[in-house]
């Protein structure tokens, strides 16, 4: 606890040197942990290679995290510009300091809505059909930091299985993130476990976006291998934020950069974003409320 605030308080304490005159010469990317490291460099690197003559920086550097947190205590640090949030880990930077970051969009998914759902898979083998199944098994969750794989489960979960989830599960834990809880999943680590999908498309195919998608698209996942036993209601699709003390000019011009993204890049697009979107939408915090207000009342900051 004390190394974690020392950090953030070295952390602050360099960028309060430099707060003043905005530095424009590197703009800092944060990327959010839970898939293998070097997928997620590469699915980011067109950014890298378009965003500097796009808005004017000299460069465009990547920070992927081990984990949620350290993209969110990056940008409450101020240490990072740009990052794709969960809603629940958006609503954790929010609930720290409500001045940090602005969501200004989010994606729209191919029938256009601006939500996915929190799905639980298990081994197809199992001879597990349903939630009721899971009764007194071992169910696994992707991250405390997320959205779909914890903070809506959490919330919702009770209601469906008529009890508490530490009464109705025989225990539960964390799979490290969405891919590797599904990999531990297919291990037998956990009975089942909560992920993400658009909901649109065919649970065959991994949907039409989402971790399952990504998944499939990069051969480390036979859907044949899985069964889904419950997905949860539609779940507001996570935000872009941005530095909330960026300069106006900048703001401006990376947004720019984003919408025009999916028809002037659509390799690209779909690289960073992880399936098949047809654009974005604007948002801001009022999007969220029903999330920051959900995490507040369950999970805390």
Known sequence: MLKKALLAA???????????????????????GGENEADRLRN???????????????????????????????????TLDYAELGASAYAKVYLANPKAVEPILTTVQTDGSMGYYSIMVARKDSGMTKLSDMKGKKLGFADPDSTSGFLIPTV??????????????????????????VLEVVKGTFAAGTTWGSGVGEFKDGYSSGNLRKMVDKGILNMDDLVELWKSPL??????????????????KFKQFMMDLPKADPACF????????????????????????????????
């Open 156 to 181: 919702t979960l009770p209601e469906a299985i008529g009890a508490p989830v530490k009464e109705y599960f025989s225990e539960t834990g964390f799979g490290g993130g969405h891919e590797n809880l």
């Open 10 to 32: 070295v952390a602050l304490a360099a960028l309060a040197g430099s707060a003043a005159a905005e530095d424009l010469k590197e703009f800092r990317i944060g990327i959010l």
């Open 235 to 252: 779940i507001p699709n996570g935000p872009v934020v941005v530095r909330t003390s960026m300069n106006a000019d900048m703001k401006a």
């Open 44 to 78: 980011f690197q067109c950014m890298v290679d378009k965003l500097p003559a796009a808005i004017g920086v000299e460069k465009v550097s990547l920070f992927p995290a081990a984990d949620y947190d350290g993209v969110v205590q990056g940008l409450l640090g101020g």
């Open 270 to 301: 779909s690289a960073v974003q992880g399936g098949d979107f047809t654009g974005f939408a604007e948002v801001n915090a009022d999007f969220y409320k029903p999330i920051v207000d959900a995490r507040k009342a369950t999970i805390g900051g």
